[in-house]
Nanobody, 125 residues
Framework: QVQLVESGGGLVQAGGSLRLSCAAS????????VAWFRQAPGKEREFVAA????????VIPDSVRGRFTVSRDNTKNTVYLQMNNLKPEDTAVYYC??????????????????WGQGTQVTVSS
């Protein structure tokens, strides 16, 4: 089992940057695929990034590609979401999630068995 804690959210002006962190506790962090999702008020949860167990494979959807990157440091049990050139429409609660399944379908949120509590990102215009 793994516990996830996000940090790094906050208020930023449009065009600014934030780096979110997802710290994992528990053993065998390298056994888990990790993803970031976000959810704005009144909207469905949206996939924004995922990274494989080693960190050598990442998936970024078109909606944020070129602005968001994901990385992980397995020595620190932490996954990062770097967000640049933020826009007001990026405002949402951001969640990290993890699963240890064999098959990795990055954007399939139902596969992710562990979720953090979320961190608020607010982008002002």
């Amino acid at each position: 089992q793994v516990q996830l804690v996000e940090s790094g959210g906050g208020l930023v002006q449009a065009g600014g940057s934030l780096r979110l962190s997802c710290a994992a506790s528990g053993r065998t962090f390298t056994s888990y695929y990790v993803a970031w999702f976000r959810q704005a008020p009144g909207k469905e949860r949206e996939f924004v990034a995922a990274i494989n167990r080693s960190g050598g494979g990442v998936v970024i959807p078109d909606s944020v590609r070129g602005r968001f990157t994901v990385s992980r440091d397995n020595t620190k049990n932490t996954v990062y979401l770097q967000m640049n050139n933020l826009k007001p429409e990026d405002t949402a609660v951001y969640y990290c999630a993890a699963h240890g399944l064999t098959l990795w379908v990055p954007q399939r949120d139902n596969d992710y068995e562990y979720w953090g509590q979320g961190t608020q990102v607010t982008v002002s215009s």
